[in-house]
């Protein structure tokens, strides 16, 4: 089953694909939406959703996940992050995905074991879980994160369904 995870942002919107075939997790291609800084806002969110809506029609993944965004103390910076953060939810659900959403916490629990990971311990745990991924990019690492916490989560959930289902329930 191919996934993808987004990280939104109004500057740069990272997104990652991954492979899930049972236990095992392959990266397929990873990368980030940029937005021109100058352009007013509706063109900076026209360019994160055709950037987005782009990478859906070439990896066609099965379903889609978001990292859910957290309030800043700047209360402009929380509206701006939540209107990308929208866009992120729009363009894989105008594909008819599945779109799942993620607090950040719970993507470096599932991913590096502890919630309050820093960026660096969460690319490094995304290099060791996906072998042959090599980004630069803190964006697109944390977007392969929430593809990782999704893949987890869609097992665990599938896993009980299957469990529910033979016990009769």
Same mark, same amino acid.
């Given at each position: =089953?191919? =996934?993808?995870g ?13 492979? *899930? ?19 007013? /806002?509706a ?17 066609? %993944?099965?379903?889609?996940? *978001? ?7 700047? %209360? &402009? ?12 939810? !729009?363009?894989?659900? /105008?594909?008819? /995905?599945?779109?799942?959403?993620y607090?950040?916490?719970?993507? @470096? @629990? ?11 311990? *969460?690319?490094? =745990?995304?290099?060791? /879980?996906? %072998? ?11 977007? !392969? ?8 989560? *869609?097992?665990? &959930?599938? &896993? ?10």
């Amino acid at each position: =089953m191919r =996934m993808l995870g987004i990280d939104p942002g109004l500057r740069a919107t990272g997104w990652g694909v991954i492979d *899930v075939d049972g236990n095992r997790l392959i990266h397929v291609a990873h990368g980030v939406v940029k937005s021109d800084r100058t352009a007013p /806002l509706a063109v900076r969110l026209t360019q994160l959703h055709g950037g987005l809506c782009a990478v859906v029609e070439q990896y066609r %993944p099965a379903s889609a996940a *978001v990292e859910e965004t957290f309030v800043n103390k700047n %209360p &402009r910076s929380t509206l701006s992050l939540g209107q990308a953060r929208g866009v992120a939810l !729009l363009a894989p659900a /105008l594909s008819g /995905l599945e779109v799942s959403e993620y607090a950040a916490n719970l993507i @470096k @629990k599932s991913v590096v074991g502890s919630g309050h990971a820093d960026k660096r311990q *969460v690319a490094a =745990m995304v290099h060791r /879980l996906l %072998p042959g991924c090599l980004t630069t990019s803190s964006d697109a690492a944390d977007a !392969l994160a929430v593809a990782i916490c999704h893949a987890h989560h *869609v097992q665990t &959930r599938d &896993r009980w369904a299957a469990a529910q289902a033979v016990a009769g329930r």
